[in-house]
């Protein structure tokens, strides 16, 4: 009986799609020869760690534990080709610190930094 009605579902699906004579992209597309600009911003900063047992827990100021954080931009700019195709630009730019602040003094101070543009 599922058979069936699985036969009778993709039958109806098939039908019904030969009346579509063209595709449409949808109401988010910019209009022919219009332009539009979006900035992107994004920042993560890390202040929940994992204890031995798989438990999240928040850290406190007091504890000298490794801290983290992310900074994203990503500034597009879309113009409108056709009223149904667009041209889109992007590039994401991205900065990541990391600093370990309860390390043996002996071992000496440990952070990193890294920078660049990530996709184009």
Do not use: C
């Not at 449409?24 to 204890?51: D, L």
Request: cysteine-free; aromatic content about 16%; charged content about 25%.
């Amino acid at each position: 009986m599922k058979r069936q009605a699985a036969i009778v579902i993709l039958a109806f699906i098939l039908v019904s799609s030969f009346g579509i004579e063209k595709a449409f992209a949808g109401a988010w597309t910019v209009p022919k020869h219009r332009v539009w600009g979006e900035y992107y911003m994004k920042w993560n900063y890390g202040r929940e760690e994992f204890t031995s047992e798989w438990d999240r827990r928040v850290l406190s100021a007091a504890e000298k534990n490794a801290r983290s954080w992310e900074f994203v931009m990503e500034p597009k700019i879309e113009y409108g080709i056709t009223d149904w195709l667009n041209f889109l630009a992007s590039i994401e730019y991205k900065e990541a610190h990391y600093k370990e602040y309860g390390r043996q003094p002996s071992l000496g101070p440990y952070a990193r930094k890294n920078h660049g543009i990530t996709n184009v």
